[in-house]
């Protein structure tokens, strides 16, 4: 069997084993740590953003916004439905309901004009939402000349999900630097990892330093273990910050391999015109290509997403379907959704391909010869 081509594995510098070794040697193995302190100040230097928090995942960092927004049960969180769970599960922490928004076209994140009916619908009914999470996703920033200006309009927070996001820009600005808050993931498959691991960003410095002791248990400032509050097990360790640091070393060069992968993706494809691929809509949009993602345009012929995903399968390549739109999904049928079609379409017919800045150029071959086999 042909080797396997996953879609989107870890890459490893050798930077990040100065900073483990450092770890080792100090014997800072538990949370917190000076590679903690450092890695949160390296985020906030490359992304010039003030406030960073490290967190043990991006779901842990879009939990603690909502508290920071005292989200609490009764209220209403409007959230891009094109995304991961991870995105919405944590309004449902809250006791809070999350009202879903289609995508637009271009960039397939949230659609600006359903985001202002929905607030109108909302407010019409006496639940004027409390936050909107606004989602960059498989890299490519959300339409936030649009989007910013009706939250700013209703004077509605924003949390922008960039978990997908790292590095990626809109109009010279990076992506998680817009909103009241902004999140990060550095999962395994992301652009840089820690292992597993996130980050809350904000220029408030009160909600960062309250969400750093909330992540530690919410202890207090006493001799005992004082708690005046609920709190949570979600700092990232020093160990793993140390990976997140030799990682961030390299992060131009690992941003300039996807988008070097996608353009060797299109190169291959070109002479297909059933595929399609997630573009940048205009110069405003800087992509990191997390993954690179195309559309299959079957139009009534023998083959469609899933023949080609699976196809690519036997030959040991992994692919993956686009995100399942949330109003679609079973556990969050029954929420409020305001919808387009657009979503639902791009699940059916959209695949993401193998986009690991370790990827060699004939592994990417490999891939655009399957994909053209399936076809034929």
């Not at 809070?96 to 949230?110: F, G, K, R, Y």
């Not at 498959?189 to 909600?207: P, R, V």
């Amino acid at each position: 069997m042909n080797t396997r081509i996953h879609l989107s594995s870890p890459h490893m510098s050798g930077e990040e084993q100065k900073y483990i070794k450092e770890a080792f040697d100090q014997n800072w193995i538990a949370p917190l740590g000076p590679n903690v302190d450092g890695f949160e100040q390296e985020i906030g230097q490359y992304l010039s953003v003030k406030h960073v928090a490290a967190l043990s995942s991006g779901t842990a960092a879009i939990h603690l916004a909502l508290i920071m927004l005292n989200i609490s049960p009764g209220d209403e969180v409007l959230a891009s439905s094109f995304t991961f769970s991870a995105t919405v599960n944590p309004v449902v922490y809250q006791g809070a309901t999350p009202v879903l928004i289609d995508s637009e076209a271009d960039s397939w994140n949230m659609d600006p004009e359903l985001l202002e009916e929905a607030i109108i619908d909302r407010i019409r009914k006496n639940k004027k939402p409390k936050a909107i999470i606004i989602v960059h996703l498989y890299g490519m920033p959300a339409n936030l000349d649009r989007l910013l200006p009706i939250a700013e309009k209703y004077e509605i927070p924003v949390i922008e999900d960039a978990a997908e996001a790292l590095g990626s820009k809109y109009n010279g600005k990076y992506c998680g630097t817009f909103g009241l808050m902004g999140i990060l993931s550095f999962n395994g498959n992301k652009i840089i990892t820690t292992s597993g691991g996130g980050a809350l960003l904000s220029e408030n410095e009160g909600f960062i330093q309250l969400a750093r002791k909330l992540s530690t248990q919410a202890r207090d400032n006493a001799p005992h273990y004082e708690h005046t509050m609920i709190g949570y097990n979600y700092r990232l360790s020093n160990v793993l910050a140390g990976i997140g640091r030799g990682q961030l070393e390299v992060i131009n060069e690992r941003i300039a391999a996807h988008r070097k992968n996608n353009q060797l993706y299109r190169s291959c494809l070109a002479d297909i015109p059933e595929i399609s691929f997630l573009t940048e809509p205009h110069e405003k949009y800087f992509s990191n290509f997390w993954l690179t993602t195309i559309l299959v345009n079957d139009s009534g012929k023998n083959f469609n997403r899933e023949s080609i995903r699976l196809k690519l399968n036997d030959d040991n390549i992994d692919s993956r379907p686009l995100w399942k739109p949330m109003h679609l999904q079973p556990v969050f049928i029954n929420m409020p959704a305001y919808t387009n079609g657009i979503s639902a379409k791009l699940f059916e017919k959209g695949l993401c391909l193998p986009s690991a800045s370790n990827l060699k150029p004939e592994d990417i071959e490999r891939v655009a010869d399957k994909i053209r086999e399936s076809i034929k």
